[in-house]
């Protein structure tokens, strides 16, 4: 079945550390792109950070190097995203969210991707930073 299932998150005081994981389950013959959006309290979801196919990487302005998106090089279904020097305006739900669907080239053979258009997003996972 596709889904993404996130785990990590938690409660940290400003200035600690946490890390986010996103398991991608399904798409087996596609690339696609994953995305790393927050959404705290009373405002709009916003973007993070996204990685994609060729491990480019890029990040909302506020990140300012704090955190890291990045691929399970073990693990290649897994996506992470480590967050440093936390404040609490970070405090928020975090989701992961699989999308740009293509064709792709990978295991030996070129892979003609039936979700493309699709998007997919993880359940969230809370994310607390006291001061």
């Known amino acids: 079945q596709d889904q993404l299932v996130q785990s990590g998150g938690g409660s940290v005081q400003a200035g600690g550390s946490l890390n986010l994981s996103c398991e991608a389950f399904?798409?087996?013959?596609?690339?696609?792109?994953m995305y790393w959006y927050r959404q705290a309290p009373g405002k709009e979801r916003e973007f993070v950070g996204a990685i994609d196919r060729g491990g480019h990487r890029w990040y909302a302005d506020f990140v300012n190097r704090r955190f890291t998106v990045s691929q399970d090089s073990a693990k290649m279904t897994v996506y992470l995203l480590e967050m440093n020097s936390l404040k609490p305006e970070d405090t928020a739900m975090y989701y992961c969210?699989?999308?740009?669907?293509?064709?792709?080239?990978?295991?030996?053979?070129?892979?003609?991707?039936?979700?493309?258009?699709?998007?997919?997003w993880g359940q969230g996972t809370q994310v607390t930073v006291s001061s």
């Open positions: 399904g798409f087996t013959d596609c690339w696609f792109d």
């Open positions: 969210k699989a999308e740009n669907f293509r064709d792709g080239y990978f295991d030996g053979a070129w892979h003609r991707c039936s979700r493309v258009g699709a998007n997919y």
